[in-house]
């Protein structure tokens, strides 16, 4: 089974400025998922992220907030835009070779102030 | 309706215990997924399962298809399990669709 080192694991960000959360997979994978988890809520599917082609964004998120790279099999980083407190949350990562297999990373913990 | 159902939400328990936590899910899925998360929020993958039964130390996952259910068994309960207990399944879609999550607290 895959591995997925997500980073960092947590982080406290100044309101305005942009924090990029990595996910690298120690082998080769179809599609990558980013989630978010809002204080006491589930987690959310924000987009996925498909290598060589533009990541597909669910509703209610767009690419200038959460601009998303997938620059090859292994790995993909997602930006959180112009912070403010309301995007303090858990943001989660993802990958899938398209079968059962669903591997994780271990989240990155957000908090804006 | 949610199509992924956890139960209960909440559930504390003493030291010792036998815990189980449920999964109900109304969709077609290829696979079930049990994760642990902790209190500063770190996200542990427990169990991927697709049929049958697991177990790792004191866990055990079990899923019946037919019923669209699984279980998380905990044995001999201790305070370090205490955390958010998530299940997801994936989709025909290879989707994953997320419970809302079971917090549990074990007392000493």
């Known amino acids: 089974s895959a591995v997925i080192s997500q980073k960092p694991s947590r982080d406290i960000c100044q309101r305005g400025t942009s924090l990029t959360i990595q996910c690298q997979v120690d082998?080769?994978?179809?599609?990558m998922f980013w989630y978010r988890q809002q204080p006491g809520q589930s987690l959310t599917l924000i987009a996925t992220?498909?290598?060589?082609?533009?990541?597909?964004?669910e509703s209610g998120f767009v690419i200038d907030k959460f601009p998303i790279s997938r620059p090859n099999l292994t790995f993909s980083t997602l930006t959180v835009s112009n912070m403010s407190p309301e995007d303090s949350s858990i943001y989660l990562c993802?990958?899938?070779?398209?079968?059962?297999?669903?591997?994780f990373g271990q989240g990155t913990r957000l908090t804006v102030v | 309706k949610n199509e992924v159902e956890q139960s209960p939400q909440n559930l504390t328990a003493q030291e010792g215990e036998f815990i189980t936590i449920n999964c109900s899910y109304s969709?077609?899925?290829?696979?079930l997924h049990w994760l642990q998360q902790h209190p500063g929020g770190g996200i542990v993958s427990l169990f991927m399962?697709?049929?049958?039964?697991k177990k790792h130390g004191r866990l055990i996952a079990t899923i019946n298809i037919q019923e669209k259910h699984s279980s998380l068994h905990i044995t001999a309960s201790h305070p370090r399990d205490s955390a958010v207990y998530i299940c997801?399944?994936?989709?025909?879609?290879?989707?994953?669709?997320w419970g809302a999550g079971t917090k549990l607290i074990i007392k000493p």
């Open positions: 969709v077609g899925i290829s696979a």
């Open positions: 992220a498909n290598q060589g082609s533009e990541a597909t964004y």
């Open positions: 399962l697709s049929s049958g039964k």
């Open positions: 997801a399944v994936t989709d025909s879609n290879y989707q994953l669709i």
């Open positions: 993802s990958a899938s070779e398209g079968n059962t297999e669903a591997f």
């Open positions: 082998s080769q994978v179809t599609m």
